[in-house]
């Protein structure tokens, strides 16, 4: 199908009083260059002192209050594991009666060893662990547990402590509607993947060697806090489409 | 094309203002997020001069609009989306229905989308079978009602509990409560259904990417996360003027766009989609299609006075406090676009003639443009809308609204530039008055084109001796 891309592009480059010639623009001038001190500004971000990452836990747990979102600091990560078991004994799941949890397949979430320590007491924990090239069966397969499942257990890439935001980016057994579709999402992250602002995400998404090369990837998302809505009389309520609760378990050991 | 009313204006405006319900609808808001948002651009680092800078990042990104569309198309056609540029309404909504029939698609859900409002997407889905359910909670309950959007995002905002009680009782069977969590717990209930077995999920797009080749979305409900991750083919509608540059440029564009909206500081879901989901991934779309709609934005593009318009990002921060739209609402614009924003780009859109009313309706006091989070001089645009109608102009089709008004403000510029011709005016002026209906020393009301000058307040009448000749005869 022809998609008119020329003409369009042409008819804006007639608006802007330019000539398609005079339209090559330096790549630099539009998209910026790479700042010159740019290896020791990401020195500045990676290497964050502990009082430093300290003072960036407490600023998030007071953006988190504000948007009903729960920070939990842990020592290490069987005591997270320990208050997830509480919170699947303490909460009862939105749409069955089935406790079935779903957890992304994931180095960290992998530790919490939920399936061991949750199994029988009548939970059922899926995790997201498929083949690499997964077909339509398996896809399903994880569709209808997720759909089962009352709580999401994912991690994140970052955490933006300025506006409690936590960045995730797509990957392989790590599906996005893990932190959507259950009623409860669990996040689990690491202190040093606390940051302090979009602009030092930014910052290292764009120049950072490591994270230039996953890149963005086809869907990043942030999140921040559960989701909420305001449409009838602008009364704030919670879950309206995504999780109505949103916790985020650090671990800073 | 959505529906234009553009011309029942101010019928319109006279009902809204009787409507004692939505008067309060209207204060409620403007009384909430108008202060709200002020103090959020006062709490920012850097201060409310942060809309300079975004002002300029908008801009910059405008004036290269040709070769950030390119770049965004080539690198989404990279991971395998599908783009399509139309240049109106029909090609839009053509290029959907193809899409859809092709997949043989039967119901669809929606994300919040402007864009799909101004090519009346939904109505052309329909009349072709296919089912369509808005998603957003405003946009479900003014769906279920039957009636356009009344604010850019809280569109359902002209409701009461009560009403939204009253429909979902009699639409979705349910028993009769005003509690705002049981009536959204029951849309959530409803919409989740439809989430999981909808063929295709639609939603808009806030600010493009180009250096990353990204769209983006921005809810606070999760409806649009859902829209765009359940169904197996997603299609983004976006208005051309909606892309920036750099990645950093998100930094002061979200910060600003939240807090223009609902005086947050982040909103509560920002997606970058990219394309459809890789082989390796569980879930995301199979297909993914960006529709870039231009739509009358290139001749607004094309005039260095409109240009600057389309810098908006949408966030409908001029609605919450413009004087004139908390009185008369969104419906009395007569089109999607209500309000400031509203009152500029609907007569661009529609016609300058047809949608007279709009601009010269809004009342050019400036809050809209210290409230906009990208400094949009609008008060300026709605003065240059006035200018043509006033003066005519061919570029736009312009034909001057009022020879009689033109004809006046000739004679009246005469009389104040000559003194002699003034005085006599004052003396005649002076001695007429006399006929005119008052009451305690006040004229009540004024003669033929003049009586709006009355209708809701008295006049003070001409003094008997003026001022200069007060001043002159005053003894030292």
Same mark, same amino acid.
């Given at each position: 199908?022809?998609?008119?891309?020329?003409?369009?592009?042409?008819?804006?480059?007639?608006?802007?009083?330019?000539?398609?010639?005079?339209?090559?623009?330096?790549?630099?001038?539009?998209?910026?260059?790479?700042?010159?001190d740019?290896?020791?500004?990401?020195?500045?971000?990676?290497n964050?002192?502990?009082?430093?990452?300290d003072?960036?836990l407490d600023?998030?747990?007071?953006?988190?209050?504000l948007?009903?979102?729960?920070?939990?600091?842990?020592?290490?990560?069987?005591?997270?594991?320990?208050?997830?078991?509480?919170?699947?004994?303490?909460?009862?799941?939105?749409?069955?009666?089935?406790?079935?949890?779903?957890?992304?397949?994931?180095p960290?979430?992998d530790?919490?060893?939920?399936?061991?320590?949750?199994?029988?007491?009548d939970?059922?924990?899926?995790?997201?662990q498929?083949?690499?090239?997964?077909?339509s069966?398996?896809?399903e397969?994880?569709?209808?547990?997720?759909?089962?499942?009352?709580?999401?257990?994912?991690?994140?890439?970052?955490?933006?402590?300025?506006s409690?935001?936590?960045?995730?980016?797509?990957r392989?057994?790590?599906?996005?509607?893990?932190?959507?579709?259950?009623?409860?999402?669990?996040?689990?992250?690491?202190?040093?993947?606390?940051?302090?602002?979009?602009?030092?995400?930014?910052?290292?998404?764009?120049?950072?060697?490591?994270?230039?090369?996953?890149?963005?990837?086809?869907?990043?998302?942030?999140?921040?806090?559960?989701?909420?809505?305001?449409?009838?009389?602008?009364?704030?309520?919670?879950?309206?489409?995504?999780?109505?609760?949103?916790?985020?378990?650090v671990?800073?050991? | 094309?959505?529906?234009?009313?553009?011309?029942?204006?101010?019928?319109?405006a006279?009902k809204?203002?009787? $409507?004692t319900?939505?008067?309060?609808?209207?204060?409620?808001?403007?009384?909430?997020?108008?202060?709200?948002?002020?103090?959020?651009?006062?709490?920012?680092?850097?201060?409310?001069?942060?809309?300079?800078?975004?002002?300029?990042i908008?801009e910059?990104?405008?004036?290269?609009?040709?070769?950030?569309?390119?770049?965004?198309?080539?690198?989404?056609?990279?991971?395998?989306g599908?783009?399509?540029f139309?240049?109106?309404?029909?090609?839009?909504?053509?290029?959907?229905?193809?899409?859809?029939q092709?997949?043989?698609?039967?119901?669809?859900?929606?994300?919040?989308?402007?864009?799909?409002?101004?090519?009346?997407?939904?109505?052309?889905?329909?009349?072709?079978?296919?089912?369509?359910?808005?998603?957003?909670?405003?946009?479900?309950?003014?769906?279920?009602?039957?009636?356009?959007?009344?604010?850019?995002?809280?569109p359902?905002?002209?409701?009461?509990?009560?009403?939204?009680?009253?429909?979902?009782?009699?639409?979705?069977?349910?028993?009769?409560?005003?509690?705002?969590?049981?009536?959204?717990?029951?849309?959530?209930?409803?919409?989740?259904?439809?989430?999981?077995?909808?063929?295709?999920?639609?939603?808009?797009?806030?600010?493009?990417c180009?250096?990353?080749? #990204?769209?983006?979305?921005?809810?606070?409900?999760?409806?649009?996360?859902?829209?765009?991750?359940?169904?197996?083919?997603?299609?983004?509608?976006?208005?051309?003027?909606?892309?920036?540059?750099?990645?950093?440029?998100? $930094?002061?564009?979200?910060?600003? &766009?939240?807090?223009?909206?609902?005086?947050?500081?982040?909103?509560?879901y920002?997606?970058?989609?990219?394309?459809?989901?890789?082989?390796?991934?569980?879930?995301?779309?199979?297909?993914?299609?960006?529709?870039i709609?231009?739509?009358?934005r290139s001749k607004?593009?094309?005039?260095?006075?409109?240009?600057?318009?389309?810098?908006?990002?949408?966030?409908?921060?001029?609605?919450?406090?413009?004087?004139?739209?908390?009185?008369?609402?969104? #419906?009395?614009?007569?089109?999607?676009?209500s309000?400031?924003?509203?009152?500029?780009?609907?007569?661009?859109?529609?016609?300058?003639?047809?949608?007279?009313?709009?601009?010269?309706?809004?009342?050019?006091?400036?809050?809209?443009?210290?409230?906009?989070?990208?400094?949009?001089?609008l008060?300026?645009? &709605?003065?240059?809308?006035?200018a043509k109608?006033a003066?005519?102009?061919?570029?736009?089709?312009?034909?001057?609204?009022?020879?009689?008004?033109?004809?006046l403000?000739m004679?009246?510029?005469?009389?104040?530039?000559?003194?002699?011709?003034?005085?006599?005016?004052?003396?005649?002026?002076?001695?007429?008055?006399?006929?005119?209906?008052?009451?305690?020393?006040?004229?009540?009301?004024?003669?033929?084109?003049?009586?709006?000058?009355?209708?809701?307040?008295?006049?003070?009448?001409?003094?008997?001796?003026?001022?200069?000749? &007060?001043?002159?005869?005053?003894?030292?």
């Amino acid at each position: 199908m022809d998609n008119h891309q020329h003409d369009f592009i042409k008819t804006i480059q007639q608006a802007l009083g330019k000539s398609s010639s005079s339209a090559k623009v330096a790549q630099s001038e539009l998209f910026g260059t790479r700042p010159k001190d740019f290896e020791n500004q990401l020195d500045v971000y990676i290497n964050k002192s502990k009082p430093d990452r300290d003072t960036l836990l407490d600023l998030l747990i007071e953006q988190a209050e504000l948007i009903h979102m729960d920070v939990i600091p842990v020592e290490n990560i069987s005591l997270a594991s320990h208050a997830i078991q509480e919170l699947v004994q303490n909460t009862e799941p939105e749409w069955g009666s089935k406790k079935s949890i779903i957890a992304w397949q994931h180095p960290l979430i992998d530790q919490l060893n939920l399936k061991e320590t949750l199994s029988g007491n009548d939970v059922e924990v899926f995790s997201t662990q498929t083949s690499t090239k997964p077909d339509s069966e398996e896809r399903e397969k994880i569709r209808t547990q997720l759909l089962q499942s009352y709580i999401g257990i994912t991690s994140a890439d970052f955490c933006v402590a300025e506006s409690a935001t936590l960045v995730q980016r797509t990957r392989p057994n790590q599906p996005r509607a893990v932190s959507l579709v259950p009623s409860i999402h669990v996040a689990v992250i690491r202190m040093d993947q606390i940051i302090e602002s979009l602009k030092e995400l930014y910052f290292r998404l764009k120049w950072d060697p490591q994270e230039k090369k996953t890149g963005l990837t086809n869907c990043m998302t942030f999140i921040s806090g559960p989701s909420k809505t305001a449409d009838i009389e602008l009364v704030m309520v919670y879950g309206a489409h995504g999780p109505r609760q949103l916790l985020l378990y650090v671990i800073t050991g | 094309m959505a529906e234009i009313n553009t011309e029942s204006y101010k019928q319109n405006a006279v009902k809204a203002i009787k $409507d004692t319900v939505l008067q309060n609808a209207l204060s409620n808001v403007q009384d909430r997020l108008g202060p709200a948002t002020a103090l959020a651009y006062e709490n920012l680092p850097e201060g409310p001069e942060l809309r300079l800078k975004a002002h300029k990042i908008r801009e910059f990104a405008i004036n290269n609009l040709d070769i950030l569309l390119e770049t965004l198309v080539d690198k989404i056609r990279d991971r395998g989306g599908k783009v399509f540029f139309a240049q109106d309404a029909a090609q839009a909504t053509d290029y959907c229905l193809k899409v859809a029939q092709k997949n043989r698609v039967k119901m669809v859900v929606k994300g919040k989308s402007m864009v799909t409002e101004e090519i009346g997407l939904n109505k052309v889905l329909e009349a072709n079978r296919i089912e369509v359910n808005e998603t957003d909670l405003g946009e479900y309950i003014i769906q279920l009602a039957g009636e356009p959007p009344s604010h850019i995002i809280a569109p359902a905002i002209h409701k009461t509990r009560k009403q939204v009680a009253e429909l979902f009782t009699k639409e979705l069977g349910i028993p009769y409560c005003e509690d705002p969590p049981f009536l959204t717990q029951a849309a959530r209930k409803a919409l989740r259904e439809k989430f999981l077995k909808a063929d295709m999920g639609f939603s808009g797009c806030n600010l493009a990417c180009a250096e990353t080749g #990204h769209i983006t979305t921005v809810s606070n409900e999760g409806n649009i996360r859902m829209s765009t991750t359940m169904p197996k083919i997603h299609m983004v509608f976006m208005g051309m003027e909606r892309v920036v540059a750099k990645l950093e440029d998100h $930094d002061v564009l979200f910060r600003l &766009l939240s807090r223009g909206a609902a005086a947050q500081n982040m909103a509560g879901y920002v997606s970058y989609i990219g394309g459809p989901r890789t082989e390796n991934q569980l879930d995301g779309p199979e297909e993914f299609h960006l529709v870039i709609l231009d739509n009358g934005r290139s001749k607004i593009l094309a005039d260095p006075e409109f240009r600057e318009v389309l810098l908006c990002i949408r966030c409908a921060a001029c609605l919450n406090v413009c004087p004139a739209y908390g009185k008369i609402g969104g #419906h009395t614009y007569g089109y999607p676009y209500s309000g400031p924003i509203g009152a500029v780009i609907t007569p661009l859109f529609v016609g300058i003639n047809r949608a007279k009313d709009l601009c010269q309706g809004e009342p050019l006091c400036g809050a809209c443009k210290k409230a906009c989070p990208v400094d949009i001089d609008l008060p300026r645009m &709605l003065l240059a809308l006035r200018a043509k109608l006033a003066d005519g102009d061919c570029k736009w089709n312009v034909t001057r609204a009022s020879r009689m008004e033109k004809l006046l403000f000739m004679t009246w510029s005469l009389v104040i530039r000559n003194r002699t011709f003034y005085n006599i005016a004052l003396k005649t002026g002076a001695m007429l008055q006399k006929f005119l209906p008052g009451q305690n020393g006040m004229i009540t009301q004024m003669p033929f084109g003049f009586k709006g000058w009355t209708r809701s307040r008295d006049i003070v009448p001409l003094a008997k001796t003026n001022f200069l000749t &007060l001043w002159k005869n005053k003894k030292p």
